[in-house]
């Protein structure tokens, strides 16, 4: 274990649900991260939160919304999505700051949009 | 922003002999590198990684190489074992304005024939 911790580990909804994501780290972090990972496709950066302030939108759709109330957790909501919207999807999260030190990754939530 | 790609996406090699993936990378201010396999349905984990003031680094059968003037850094597994087969992620993270962002390449699917 990372003491990165993601549920649900699997989760199958319609177009039309509302669902949402959720990531926890006690590790002390202050950097949480979402990524999505497609199959055949690099790990792609969707949001970041720095000391719980989003730092980063790489283009995501509105139909993604992130909310980080602290620094130890981060949702991910989700709705109206589409099917090619399936995919891995991966929380992460490190030491703020100049520090380089690596990500540590949740297991992920296996997304599947019927 | 950064760009990192990495090759080959696929590679198979026989048991015992060498393996190297390749990754470059654009942003001059990146001085970060680590490296993640990802077994099948588990999450990226950090196999090693190498800072910008140094140019080599080695663990056991695994080394990193990285030429900042050139801008590309490389993972090389030597002895390679049927257990090293994996996807393995090279990134890149930022000093300056985007410290906290991890920029990964697109994964190489490495397979380690018996």
């Known amino acids: 274990e990372t003491g990165v911790t993601q549920t649900p580990r699997h989760l199958v909804m319609g177009m039309t649900n509302k669902k949402s994501l959720k990531c926890e780290q006690h590790?002390?972090?202050?950097?949480m991260y979402w990524y999505k990972q497609s199959a055949k496709k690099p790990l792609e950066l969707m949001f970041v939160?720095?000391?719980?302030?989003?730092?980063e939108n790489n283009s995501v759709p509105s139909r993604f919304s992130p909310e980080c109330p602290n620094s130890s957790h981060l949702f991910l909501h989700l709705h109206t999505l589409q099917p090619e919207d399936s995919a891995l999807y991966l929380c992460?999260?490190?030491?703020?700051?100049?520090?380089?030190?690596?990500?540590?990754f949740g297991q992920g939530t296996r997304l599947t949009v019927v | 922003g950064e760009n990192v790609e990495q090759h080959p996406s696929t590679l198979s090699v026989q048991e015992g002999d060498s393996a190297v993936i390749k990754c470059t990378y654009s942003?001059?201010?990146?001085?970060?590198f680590p490296w993640y396999k990802q077994e099948l349905g588990k999450r990226p984990q950090l196999i090693i990684d190498?800072?910008?003031?140094?140019g080599e680094k080695k663990d056991q059968r695994i080394a990193v190489t990285l030429n900042k003037t050139a801008k590309h850094f490389s993972l090389h597994i030597t002895e390679t074992q049927p257990e090293d087969s994996a996807v393995y992620f090279c990134?890149?993270?930022?000093?300056?304005?985007?410290?906290?962002?991890?920029?990964f390449g697109s994964g190489t699917k490495l397979n380690v024939k018996p």
């Open positions: 590790l002390g972090h202050n950097a």
């Open positions: 190498i800072r910008s003031n140094v």
């Open positions: 942003d001059s201010a990146s001085n970060y």
């Open positions: 990134a890149a993270k930022g000093l300056v304005d985007n410290f906290n962002k991890f920029y």
């Open positions: 939160y720095n000391f719980k302030e989003q730092t």
């Open positions: 992460a999260s490190s030491p703020s700051g100049t520090v380089n030190t690596e990500a540590f």
